[in-house]
């Protein structure tokens, strides 16, 4: 019951995790080599795709999870899905911004 929330929830933030690494990694590049970092537009469009479509997976088990605790325990609900579901939308928005921000420039 519980367990499978928890899961969910791990899930979604190791996505939003994901997309912090790219984030951190592709400063930590520009930095130790003097210039901002630069790839194909195809190459950036595919990452950014596949980070928008993994937060969406993510968000879509969370939501599949909490429907199942809701069946398997009644207890507390139908408050217990509505906060997960609260914060499930919120680390979704958040991801999917940070995701669209990472953007680096497109190699010459």
């Known amino acids: 019951m519980r367990r499978e929330y928890l899961w969910a929830l791990l899930t979604l933030i190791i996505a939003v995790a994901l997309a912090f690494i790219l984030l951190s990694v592709a400063k930590d590049e520009s930095r130790s ?13 595919k990452i950014l795709r596949m980070s928008l479509r993994a937060i969406d997976q993510a968000f ?8 199942s605790n809701w069946v398997l325990d009644a207890s507390q609900q139908p408050s217990r899905a509505q906060k997960g579901m609260q914060n499930g939308i919120k680390a979704w928005l958040r991801a999917q911004d940070d995701a669209k921000k990472w953007l680096p420039a497109v190699c010459p």
């Open 33 to 45: 080599e003097g210039k901002p970092p630069c790839m194909s537009e195809e190459d950036r469009d």
């Open 60 to 67: 879509q088990h969370h939501v599949n999870n909490l429907f």
